[in-house]
């Protein structure tokens, strides 16, 4: 639950309109996305514009940003998401700050911190504005939704760059912001070929689990706090990974743009017959069948439970918040061994397992 209550104070600081900001340029080319809805890139007289769409709002222009295409220095980041990008493309040393670095996960981007080459922003629940000048961003990439603004940063000449990745249903949606990074620190043809190699590797597994599975199992995931089950609704990231592994999401007819909010005993009734339960926890002592009774006994009598077939992703053993995003064919794979185990019969599963 820190994650979740972290990612809700950032949005709370809010985003203004970054100090590049768009002139007229005839348009030479244009990137259109794949599988993300959040962004485009128009390329024209040697540099290009980011064209970010409100995701929240049916891609309504959030921001229209001119890059000259000149050679881009430091870099400082709200999100520990956004460092997996900058390592998959072999460019952590450009970022030089990252707000809440103690959260980071990936092994590359902690050796840098530890060494003192990026700095951790965070001050209590804020970022300390004198750290992060300190660092001399060139761009600060932040969130793009709130009720605050960026002003103090902008007035410092730190350009803010709202980056709402968090924000695609599609899996390969998310990865595809690498395609920004890449444009922005000028290695645009290393994030096509590093998004083109995972997309097909995601699609090869997505094409062999639906030619070779019979059987699409029912499947169900959230969190519990306060009587209350919150569930990814159906046209979410969680629900596109749990379809695409060759099950059935059982609130996958659910369109909203937020969490569901479901009383339990509605709940109970809803997954009483479901064959599996996908859990996202941290535990430093791993979960067990007992304690999740132990939590609630009401649990023992549902056909996940009593199967068996719990899957579970314990996020102080691997890296679900940061690397997961840029590995959504990984994400697939482990799902498709638990749901279809015979179809990957020597494959490990990094993030999630079957509980034992």
Known sequence: MRYYSILFLLFVLGCQNPSTKSNNQKVERIVRPEYAKGFEI??????????????KTNKDTLENIRFDGTSTGNLACLSTTHISYFDLLNSLDRIKAVAFADLIRNSNARALIAGKAMINLSTAEDVDIELLLAA????????????GNYEKYESKGIACVPISEYLEQDPLGRLEWIKVFGAIIGKEKEATEIFDRIRTEYLETKNKIILSSGNRPCAFTGS???????????NSFQSTLINDAGAVYIFKDSIASENLAIPFESLYSSVYNCDFWGKVDYSENGATYEKITAEDPRWKEISAYKKRNIFYCNTSEVDYFGDAVIEPHILLKDLGMVFHPDLFPSYSPKYFKKLK
């Open 42 to 55: 128009h390329y024209s007289n040697g540099g290009f514009n980011l064209i970010l769409f409100d995701l």
């Open 136 to 147: 001399k961003p060139q761009y600060f990439f932040v969130y793009p939704y709130g009720h």
């Open 224 to 234: 519990y706090e306060g009587g209350v089950w919150y569930a990814p609704p159906g």
